[in-house]
């Protein structure tokens, strides 16, 4: 229930005034794929309201943040499409955009924060706010900060000095309700004594998240706050903070606040940033296409609609409102991500396809010499690969009998297509396809279909010794466009060289 003196906070979308959203991520190691989903959200929903996106580097916490980290970050978020209004590489009124350039800001408003008595010292060292955690917990209290440092005496802060005790800054939370109106999960009330007085800098100085975060979204007027779920706690921290921001005559307004649900990994467990599933460097050495990426990300929580899972950004963009996202908690399921994903590879111009998949048809994952690679026979097998895959990675292994001088055979396929009769079947198969049409793969599929019938064999059943014999696979590309691209003396050296292992 609102208190009366619980801040008001607007939820209302548009009322004629762009929105002005955040993606603020830390620069810690590879992106991960929830960040990903966050920014993808950030991104339609400025992109939906012709908002501004603002684009922050949140890297305060020297000991974890490298400029390595961030040119991945940079990079990554390129590679996913995402362009931004403000930020990094493009400016901006409230630059700089990285929060490491912005220390003497934070320095400011901590001062003006602990000027104005919204903010104190506080001496108290772990070991006593550990013990006295504990006795709270044992006489059933809660156990946050108990106002211990709220009212020291000039004496009492001198005698902490003398004994050589710097101190960290603390927040003082207001005694009262705090109340806010989450855009996914609707109201949401905090009791003032679950909200204890919090730090916002430590005793060397440095500011903290709790600070800089949402200073930094007060002056660079974000209006909506749209991020995950594990961050819901930190809300009617920021709230407080907010008004008292506004008070000072730092902030203009108190932002709506959305908070995206958990995603949930394998176990139904939440899918963690150290989970190499939740890697988003994975996906793209996998081959997926970040339009296939995003569009799988983005059901994690919202939908187009109930029956059309592929749709392009654009889409999406034209449709997203925040307020349909389910609060419920989302599970990513890898392999309704890698369908989606062939879906838009299925979307692609074929030109366009054939270019994505150049980094796997070259070292390090192909395993022919350069010199063996053939244009002519990839430009025509493109297509047919295109109906296929799932993801582009899976290019290298479903071409590699085009350009090995002898198939890459795979143990377990030779096992399950060379059976009783193979020999039979293929000499049979390579006398029909000696004599069949190789200008068209209708005459070699006719081949294969007669050999098969000579020996009482339905045609799935004939082609998978042929197909063994000249790809090294029992699955693969559709198999007569492959003999027809591979050609006619290729395919008969295989066959005879399959036919001669067999019967050593
Ligand atoms: N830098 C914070 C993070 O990556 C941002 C959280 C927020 O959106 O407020 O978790
Ligand atoms: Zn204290």
């Known amino acids: 229930m609102a208190n009366a003196n619980s801040p008001k906070i607007s939820t209302s979308l548009g009322q004629g005034v762009p929105p002005r959203v955040r993606f603020c991520p830390s620069p810690t190691g590879n992106p991960h794929v929830g960040l990903v989903r966050t920014a993808l959200f950030n991104w339609a929903f400025a992109r939906h309201n012709e908002g501004t996106l603002v684009f922050r580097i949140e890297d305060t916490d020297a000991a974890r943040d490298s400029e390595e980290s961030y040119g991945q970050l940079l990079d990554s978020m390129r590679w996913l499409g995402f362009?931004?209004?403000?930020?990094?590489?493009?400016?901006?009124?409230?630059?700089?955009?990285?929060?490491s350039q912005r220390m003497d800001i934070y320095r400011d408003v901590a001062a003006k924060l602990l000027e104005a008595g919204r903010a104190y010292h506080c001496y108290c060292s772990t070991e006593e706010l550990d013990a006295r955690r504990e006795a709270a917990?044992?006489?059933?209290?809660?156990?946050?900060?108990?106002?211990?440092?709220?009212?020291?005496?000039a004496e009492q802060k001198a005698a902490y000095e003398a004994e050589g005790r710097t101190p960290i800054v603390r927040f003082r939370m207001p005694d009262e309700t705090i109340t806010f109106t989450d855009l996914v999960r609707g109201e949401i009330t905090y009791?003032?004594?679950?909200?204890?007085d919090y730090g916002i800098v430590r005793a060397n100085g440095a500011p903290l998240y709790t600070l800089v975060n949402p200073v930094d979204d007060a002056l660079m007027e974000i209006t909506h706050v749209l991020r995950g779920e594990d961050l819901l706690s930190s809300t009617p921290r920021q709230v407080a903070l907010y008004k008292a921001l506004t008070e000072l005559g730092i902030?203009?307004?108190?932002?709506?606040?959305?908070?995206?649900?958990?995603?949930?990994?394998?176990?139904?467990?939440?899918?963690?940033?150290?989970?190499?599933?939740?890697?988003?460097?994975?996906?793209?050495?996998?081959?997926?296409?970040p339009e296939g990426l995003l569009n799988y990300l983005s059901l994690l929580?919202?939908?187009?609609s109930a029956d059309q899972d592929i749709f392009t950004m654009d889409e999406m963009v034209a449709a997203f409102d925040v307020t349909d996202v389910n609060p419920n908690p989302a599970r990513f399921d890898l392999k309704k991500a890698e369908a989606i994903n062939g879906d838009h590879i299925r979307l692609l111009d074929v030109k366009d396809f054939a270019e994505r998949c150049a980094p796997w048809l070259k070292a390090p994952f192909a395993p022919w010499a350069p010199e063996d690679f053939d244009q002519s026979a990839w430009d025509a097998i493109a297509p047919h690969a295109q109906t296929r895959l799932k993801v582009l990675s899976e290019i290298t292994d479903n071409v590699d009998f085009l350009f090995l001088p002898e198939p890459a055979f795979d143990e377990a396929s030779w096992t399950?297509?060379?059976?009783?009769?193979?020999?039979?079947?293929?000499?049979?198969?390579?006398?029909?396809?000696?004599a069949a049409d190789w200008s068209s793969p209708e005459s070699l599929k006719e081949?294969?279909?007669?050999?098969?019938?000579a020996h009482g064999l339905k045609l799935g059943k004939a082609q998978a010794p042929v197909r063994v014999a000249v790809t090294g696979r029992t699955i693969g590309l559709?198999?007569?466009?492959?003999?027809?691209i591979l050609g006619k003396e290729k395919t008969l050296a295989r066959v005879d060289a399959a036919l001669a292992k067999l019967t050593a």
Request: charged share 30%; aromatic share 8%; glycine share 12%.
């Open 251 to 289: 902030a203009k307004q108190i932002p709506a606040f959305g908070h995206l649900p958990y995603v949930m990994g394998e176990g139904n467990k939440k899918l963690s940033k150290r989970d190499p599933q939740a890697s988003l460097n994975l996906y793209r050495e996998r081959g997926f296409l």
């Open 416 to 434: 399950k297509a060379m059976k009783e009769g193979s020999d039979a079947l293929l000499r049979t198969a390579r006398e029909k396809l000696d």
């Open 447 to 453: 081949a294969v279909l007669a050999a098969g019938e």
């Open 301 to 304: 929580g919202w939908s187009l």
């Open 137 to 153: 917990r044992a006489a059933g209290k809660p156990s946050g900060y108990d106002g211990h440092c709220r009212e020291l005496t």
């Open 83 to 99: 362009d931004w209004d403000e930020g990094p590489e493009v400016g901006g009124p409230h630059e700089p955009y990285r929060q």
């Open 191 to 196: 009791l003032p004594e679950n909200v204890p």
């Open 478 to 484: 559709p198999l007569f466009e492959s003999l027809e």
